[in-house]
C-alpha cells in the first residue's frame, strides 16, 4: 500500500480521538494483548494485532475501536487491501456508534442476519456498509436484495 492511502485525514485523526475517548480502542489494544497478540501501528490512526491466539471469533480479521486483530500476522493484513478497507470502515462504526456499544448492537445484526438469511452478514447492516465483498463475504444467495 502507498503512504499516501494510510495518510491521516480530518476524519481519521477525529475518529482515533473519538475512538480513545469512547473507550473501544483501549479494549481492542486490551483484547489483542489478551490475545498474544502483536500490534503495530498501520497507519489512518489504526493498529494491526497479529497472531491473535483465540479462535474466537472465526473471522480472516475483527475490528474493535481502531485495532484490527487477526490470528494471521500483520504481513498477511497488509496483503489484503480490500479487507484492510472493510475492517477501516468498521472503526469509524464504532466512532459513529458510542464504541463498546457498537459490540451488543452488532451481535444482535448478525442474529438478525441469520435469522433472515441463514449467514451473519447479508443482512447485517454493519457488514453491508463495511463493504460485503472487501470482507470476503458472499451474499446468500435465496435473500441478496
Same mark, same amino acid.
Given at each position: #500500500?502507498?503512504?499516501?492511502? $494510510?495518510?491521516? !485525514? ?31 501501528? @498501520?497507519?489512518?490512526? !489504526? ?6 491466539? *483465540?479462535? %474466537?471469533?472465526?473471522?480472516?480479521? %475483527? ?7 487477526? @490470528? ?5 493484513? @497488509? ?14 462504526? *464504532?466512532?459513529? $456508534?458510542?464504541?463498546?456499544? #457498537?459490540?451488543?448492537? *452488532?451481535? $444482535?445484526?448478525? =442474529? ?13 447492516? %454493519?457488514?453491508?456498509? =463495511? ?5 470476503? *463475504? ?8
Amino acid at each position: #500500500m502507498s503512504a499516501a492511502v $494510510l495518510a491521516p !485525514t480530518g476524519w481519521t485523526r477525529a475518529r482515533t480521538v473519538i475512538n480513545w475517548i469512547n473507550l473501544s480502542t483501549p479494549l481492542g489494544l486490551l483484547i489483542a494483548w489478551l490475545g498474544g497478540a502483536t500490534v503495530v501501528r @498501520r497507519g489512518r490512526g !489504526t493498529w494491526l494485532a497479529g497472531d491473535y491466539r *483465540y479462535r %474466537f471469533p472465526v473471522a480472516g480479521a %475483527f475490528t474493535i475501536g481502531s485495532v484490527i486483530v487477526s @490470528r494471521h500476522d500483520a504481513a498477511w493484513l @497488509r496483503a489484503r487491501p480490500a479487507l484492510l478497507r472493510h475492517e477501516d470502515r468498521h472503526c469509524t462504526q *464504532y466512532a459513529l $456508534l458510542l464504541g463498546p456499544v #457498537m459490540l451488543p448492537l *452488532y451481535v $444482535l445484526a448478525v =442474529a438478525v442476519s441469520y435469522l433472515l438469511a441463514g449467514d451473519p452478514a447479508t443482512r447485517n447492516p %454493519f457488514e453491508r456498509w =463495511a463493504g460485503l465483498a472487501d470482507g470476503g *463475504y458472499r451474499l446468500a444467495s435465496k435473500h441478496s436484495s
